[in-house]
């Protein structure tokens, strides 16, 4: 085995984000939820997608072919979202699933999961904790 015998300056990425090429003729906004498609090009999330994480700001690819834009996201994290069916019981970590870029429910039944409660704050709302690398395993 040989070893380094001078320095190397590598591209190192830090934090959690990433950047995906866009659908055709879409937009993304800053805060939706965001899902890969068949084809392996971001979107706002439809139920089933393979969750990708939150843009973190606005991708409008509306007038371009697919992946003519990127959207960043933000992969891991906690967010305050609002959650359809949440009470205080919500204390217990529940998996929290997505039907669409920006309605939350703790229905599992044909959404995607996105990641589970970390704190409720209040009835309907609550901090959810989201690592896009636990949904994406088949």
Do not use: C, H, Q
């Amino acid at each position: 085995m040989t070893t380094r015998s001078s320095d190397l300056a590598r591209p190192y990425e830090l934090g959690w984000i990433e950047e995906y090429p866009v659908i055709a003729t879409d937009i993304i906004y800053e805060g939706s939820a965001v899902g890969e498609n068949a084809s392996g090009f971001a979107r706002p999330l439809v139920a089933l997608d393979k969750f990708l994480g939150f843009a973190d700001r606005k991708a409008d690819n509306s007038t371009g072919a697919a992946g003519d834009k990127n959207v960043r996201v933000k992969t891991r994290g906690k967010v305050v979202l609002p959650i359809s069916g949440l009470a205080i019981t919500a204390n217990d970590r529940p998996p929290v699933y997505a039907s669409d870029d920006d309605v939350f429910t703790l229905t599992a039944t044909n959404n995607t999961l996105i990641g589970v409660v970390s704190r409720w704050i209040s009835t309907g709302l609550a901090v959810v904790e989201f690592n896009a690398a636990w949904t994406a395993a088949p």
